[in-house]
């Protein structure tokens, strides 16, 4: 049975950083790409940052990318997301998701990793105070 566990949230102080931790079971990394999304309160959920199967390669939108890494530790079938100077606005509910394969018939370019999942993981709540 596939698995996803997001933890590593928490209150943290604006210009303070986080790392948010996804435990994966049932499956390698060999078989899914892992992608962070994030929901805040009254706004639509959105893909941040994932990770693809096979060669590690990684995606970022704009509004966290130079300041998150995401990564991923093989023995311990766990992807991470460490995100700095954090702002307000990055408070919300963090999810972690698996994608078997990326969606077919749509052009996504580099961000496929961040639609057609296939299993998420209960989020973990980050609250950024100014």
């Known amino acids: 049975e596939v698995q996803l566990q997001a933890s590593g949230g928490g209150l943290v102080q604006a210009g303070g950083s986080l790392r948010l931790s996804c435990a994966a079971s049932?499956?390698?990394?060999?078989?899914?790409?892992i992608g962070w999304f994030r929901q805040a309160p009254g706004k639509e959920r959105e893909g941040i940052s994932c990770i693809n199967k096979r060669d590690g390669s990684t995606y970022y939108v704009d509004s966290v990318k130079g300041r998150s890494t995401i990564s991923r530790d093989i023995a311990k079938n766990t992807v991470y997301l460490q995100i700095d100077s954090l702002k307000p606005e990055d408070t919300a509910v963090y999810y972690c998701?698996?994608?078997?394969?990326?969606?077919?018939?749509?052009?996504?370019?580099?961000?496929?990793?961040?639609?057609?999942?296939?299993?998420w993981g209960k989020g973990t709540q980050v609250t950024v105070s100014s």
């Open positions: 049932g499956f390698t990394f060999d078989d899914f790409a």
């Open positions: 998701a698996a994608q078997r394969r990326p969606p077919v018939g749509v052009y996504y370019g580099n961000s496929y990793c961040l639609h057609g999942m296939d299993y």
